[in-house]
């Protein structure tokens, strides 16, 4: 159903055509990246966070990690991950497909500026074989960003 949700999230803006389902998995940054020809950098990772009890998800580029001191500067709370379970009740998206379209419910959605080094990137689409590829410009657009931020490292 969550692939579901996200390609009837697309036809609204009749998109849903660039929903791609592929025959390899695209669950990891990894998977995603040989299964596009791609450097996993450009991989759209959605990392899923609990802020005040309340889900936010926030995007990044695929090699970006979350600097805690970073992300505690930014949103004055120490970085609390979601478990497996609580991501998909809140997004309808289990791990390895969440993305910040065609959502369970309003959550919301911040961009790493990591992301910006790319001219496109692909985030996952609901599962874990599908994806969507956008400018950094339809990702703000159709993630519905709150704001841009900046709380990643590079290793």
């Not at 120490?78 to 993305?99: F, P, Q, R, S």
Request: contains cysteine; negative net charge.
């Amino acid at each position: 159903m969550s692939l579901e949700a996200v390609i009837e999230y697309f036809s609204e803006y009749n998109m849903d055509h660039r929903v791609m389902v592929l025959e390899n998995s695209t669950a990891t940054v990894e998977e995603a990246a040989q299964a596009h020809g791609v450097d996993p950098d450009q991989i759209g990772k959605t990392l899923s966070f609990k802020f005040d009890e309340e889900p936010i998800l926030i995007v990044v580029a695929g090699k970006a990690k979350i600097d805690n001191k970073k992300y505690k500067n930014h949103f004055s709370k120490k970085a609390k991950m979601l478990n497996k379970d609580e991501a998909l009740e809140h997004t309808g998206h289990a791990i390895g497909g969440v993305c910040p379209f065609g959502l369970k419910k309003t959550i919301d959605v911040y961009l790493d500026v990591s992301l910006k080094k790319h001219s496109e990137v692909i985030p996952a689409a609901g599962d874990r074989y599908s994806s969507i590829r956008l400018t950094i410009e339809e990702l703000e657009k159709y993630s519905n960003c709150k704001e841009w931020v900046d709380i990643c490292k590079y290793d």
